[in-house]
Structure formats: structure tokens, C-alpha cells
């Protein structure tokens, strides 16, 4: 059931997901600090999907370091469950660096690093969840309406099958490199596959394993679809173009809030509600995704409009976008610093521990 308001919630839908969950420091050169965010793929997806009213499970192993501690705080802001976050073995937290720039026409550019902008060493990347520590987590995680990854491994195909098989509507989001056995296997198990047209040009889908919906996204182009829900088989693409939104301030995360805005409109009512869907649904769900997607350009960091317009404000400035009315202009180039502002590098041999951005 849809209601004529992209924002209702039926009852308390839940999430649960594994992959990229890091801390983002985004560095502006007109800054005088750096502002501190819980982030990665999968962070930005189930922290975005509490904000709208969902009960996320994250299912990591954050670590009992500084950055760990940071990004649970940022997490648990947003009503984030944390019950599975830190399971063991437990590993460095993931440090992602976002640096912002202007180019010389006046365009905002971001650019990511994996090494301390201070000391230029490497900094901890992502460990998956093991599958021992999977099933330790499906014991204490009541069913699901969505299982969201970002990343294929052993622990996560290993909840994406459990899930699927009670139910759950699973979505897959390849990202970079994968075993190439383990990445065949989350595309079998994936009901909805999203993916940048930058990282693949496309899968080869036999027939009994093509998802209900396949989704590239293009960047500026928008996006483009192709579904065989309600009977469709045409395996035709639909092109969608993006919302126009003025100034981009920020493009970091974009994709991530299309992830978040498509489970709230087609994941509410599990996997039995997701396959009835019709195509004027799908439509409007597609269209929901890409206006939060646009509304959160106008922010520095993949999540930046979350501390600085409150819930009720976001809501109405994304109704707006929906009705085809331009973004208004007045939103703050900076953001407010975040109350975690002190980036640590965690590189012991790092002399400079709390620092300025350059």
C-alpha cells in the first residue's frame, strides 16, 4: 500500500545491513576544522532510513578506537541500533578523508582518501563481518522488512540468504572489488540491484537470476531501470532524468539517500509487498529517491543536510522538490561544526593529533 505521502510509515518497518560503515572527515580549504561524520555505504543508508523513521540494525565491527567511538555517537544521534555494531573479532574502524574543493569555473568538486591528510600514512579500511560473527548476529536481530549490503563476503551473503528466506526484501549495492564467486552469488540473492554506471557497465543476468529491479545510476543523467515486477519481461531500460537543483555544494552521498528514499517507498511491506508492485509505483518511489538525492547536494558531507535542517523543514523542502519548485538558495554554505570537530589521527607515528584542515 502507498499513501499519497512519501514520508508515512506503516507501523515501525526495520532494517538491517552490512558493509561500509566508517567515519567521514570532511575537509573544506575554507574551514578552519574538520567536521566528523558517521558514513560509508551502508552507514549513510540506515542512519538516513532512522531519520525517517525505521528501525536500523547495523551488523559491523566497529572498533573500540577513537573513530568508533565517534561514529557510534553520530549513530545513535539518529536513533541508529546498535545492538550488533561491535561484534567480534573486532576491527580498526574504516577513516574516510573528503576533501572539497572549488574548480575554476566554479564548480564544487570532492575527492576521497584512504591516508591521514597529516602524516600520509594509510588509514584502517573496511573488514566485513565474519560468518561466524553473522550468525551470531541473527540470533539477536528480530526479523526483518529489508537486508541492505553494500560489499559481498561470506558474513554477508550468509544474512542476505537468511533474510530472504524469512522474507525480507534484500537490496545489493556492488561496490568495488569483490571475489568474483561471492559477488555472483549477492547478485543471485539481490530482489533490487543498484549500481554505478562508473564502477560496471553492466552484469549478465540469466533469467532465473535477474532481480525485480536493476538500477544504474549516471551522475548528472539521472538514472536508468529495468524491471520484470507485475509481469513485465520487456527487460527494456527506462531512463530517468535528475531533478534539477542549482547549485551542487556537495555530490558525496547522493547515491546513498536514492538507497534510502527506494527502501522507504518499496520495502515497507517486506518481499510479499515489494513483488506486487506496479509500475506507476515504482515511478513514484524512483522519483521520492531522486529528490533526496538532490536535496542533499545542497550540503557538504554525504549527510551534511542532516545537522543543519531540522526533520519537518527537510520534509517540506522535499515535498517541494517533488512538485517541480526550485531549492531555495538560502542554506548555509557551512554547516555548523560537528560536536565530534577533533579528527585523531590513529597512526601512532602521526605527531599531529588534533588539527586544522589545510
Known sequence: MMTSDPFAVLGRPSVVGTGLLALDVVLNGQDDAPR????????????????LGWDAFPVARLGPDDAGRRAAADLRHFGVQMNV????????????IERLRTSSDGQSKHQFSLSCPVCGSWLPRYQPVTADAAKRALSRLPRTSVF???????GALLLAKA?????????????????????????????????????????????????????????????????????????????DSALPIGQIRDAAGAGDWFSAGLIHRLG?????????????KLKAALHFARALAAWNCQFEGARGGMYVVAAASFRQQVLNLLAGQALATHFPIHQRANRLSQFHCPIPTCRVRAHKSQ
Not at 175 to 200: D, M, T, W
Open 36 to 51: 566528523l561524520f558517521a558514513g560509508g555505504t551502508c552507514g549513510n543508508v540506515l542512519t538516513i532510513l532512522s531519520w
Open 268 to 280: 515497507q511491506e517486506a518481499l510479499a509487498g515489494f513483488q506486487v508492485t506496479q509500475e506507476g
Open 148 to 154: 541492505f549490503f553494500d560489499r559481498a563476503s561470506r
Open 163 to 239: 533474510y530472504a528466506d524469512k522474507g525480507a526484501l534484500v537490496m545489493f549495492e556492488p561496490s568495488g572489488n569483490s571475489n568474483p564467486s561471492q559477488l555472483k552469488e549477492a547478485l543471485s540473492l539481490a530482489h533490487i540491484c543498484k549500481y554505478s554506471v562508473e564502477r560496471f557497465q553492466s552484469f549478465r543476468w540469466s533469467m532465473n537470476q535477474r532481480p525485480l529491479v536493476e538500477i544504474q545510476t549516471l551522475g548528472e543523467a539521472g538514472v536508468r531501470y529495468r524491471t520484470h515486477l507485475a509481469g513485465s519481461h520487456d527487460n527494456e531500460w527506462r531512463t
Open 85 to 96: 555494531a561491535r561484534l567480534t573479532p573486532r576491527a580498526a574502524t574504516p577513516i574516510i
